[in-house]
């Protein structure tokens, strides 16, 4: 990997959008913040810059890439064949954490779309996000801004630690408010699909699409949506999913623990556990707590002397889909189950 000149932008000043939408139109790529995690951006009608987001990622070129627009003023000039519940949906989510799969025109390369003829599309909820937009007058492509494979940035701190000397600039903007990505949502198939759970709830888009469907966990040649066939989210230590009632998951997890295990567990049963390795992610009760600091969790433990990491399942609400799809793929699906005699298996 050959190394740039990264320019590190701490303040978020209109002085400093203007300067990496410049940069943006001139062919390079910039990571910037949004509500959801870090993005690594690029003009997304260029496709030699987005080619250096995969070079910059190590991120594999049939895993398709989500396109960011400031509006929907110029969206016929991207997509067709709009299915009216579109229209529905961008007046509830957007700007929001919602992304939707179109028919993508030609104006769109192909190395945005992996070759597939569908195009992924969003709207950022982030001032910051919205104004480089703007002031790029280009769609941005951007995937989330790390090493691909690691646990997504949701701290400037972390897009430094990955991407410095990879990428021509980023901008700090604090840390990003949700945590984990946003929902994609395939309004190409009929009855819709979800692909990947994210901010907006499977229970949220149900009152709009009556007949949606979810498909989370596809194992396709040419997946429509990033997150559904790489490995994704991994600390550096193996990790394993507890599950199971309260008090047999805190048994089960203490009766494994060595010194050297790290523990990812929740304010409800932090005390509970006699570790000197253990996180606590937050309440059970406030399940947007818990999603926003899972993966700089995950990017603690690997700055600690661990051997392996217990997690417990998180039961929370509307949010359990999508914390506990980071998760298990995280663990690479390696789950206990605190409640029978059967050893670690593998979910499918």
């Known amino acids: 990997m050959f190394k740039v000149e990264t320019r590190l932008f701490e303040k978020a000043d209109l002085k400093s959008i203007k300067e990496c939408a410049h940069i943006i139109q001139s062919g390079g790529i910039v990571a910037f913040p949004t509500e959801t995690v870090y993005g690594l951006g690029a003009d997304a009608l260029n496709p030699k810059a987005v080619d250096r987001i995969f070079l910059a990622k190590g991120r594999p070129n049939d895993n ?16 067709k064949d709009i299915p009216e ?41 982030n001032q910051i996000a919205l104004s480089l937009i703007e002031y790029s007058n280009r769609p941005l492509a951007a995937p989330s801004a ?8 949701t701290t400037y701190d972390h897009v430094v630690e990955d991407l410095n000397y990879r990428v021509d600039a980023i901008i700090n903007g ?26 907006i709830s499977f ?37 394993y999913i507890v599950k199971g009632k309260q008090e047999h998951m805190v048994k089960k997890i203490q009766s494994l623990i060595k010194e050297k295990s790290g523990l990812l567990v929740s304010k409800e049963t932090f005390d509970m556990y006699e570790s000197k390795n253990k996180l606590c992610v937050g309440s059970l009760l ?18 600690m002397d661990i051997d392996e990491i217990y997690c417990e399942y998180f039961e929370i609400g509307d949010m359990q889909d999508t914390v ?17 005699q059967d050893s670690v298996h593998c979910q499918p």
């Open 64 to 79: 398709p890439l989500i396109i960011h627009l400031h509006n929907l003023d110029s969206l016929d000039l991207y997509v």
């Open 85 to 125: 519940v579109f229209f529905t949906l961008s007046k509830l989510f957007m700007p929001g954490p919602l992304t939707v799969i179109l028919k993508k025109r030609d104006i769109i390369p192909d190395n945005v779309t992996a070759g597939l003829d569908t195009v992924a599309l969003r709207i950022p909820d």
């Open 146 to 153: 790390n090493i691909s494979g690691k646990p997504s940035p």
């Open 174 to 199: 604090g840390k990003t408010q949700i945590g984990m990505e946003s929902t994609v949502l395939d309004l190409t198939q009929e009855p819709p699909v979800i692909l990947r759970p994210g901010g």
């Open 203 to 239: 229970n949220s888009l149900k009152l709009v699409i009556k007949d949606l469907e979810r498909a989370y966990d596809l194992k396709e040649e040419s997946p429509k949506s990033p997150g559904m066939k790489y490995k994704h989210y991994a600390p550096n230590a193996p990790m």
């Open 286 to 303: 406030d399940p947007l707590e818990i999603a926003s600091n899972i993966f700089e969790s995950l990017r603690l433990f690997d700055k």
């Open 324 to 340: 506990m799809n980071r998760l298990l793929k995280a663990a690479a699906n390696k789950i206990i189950d605190a409640d029978s």
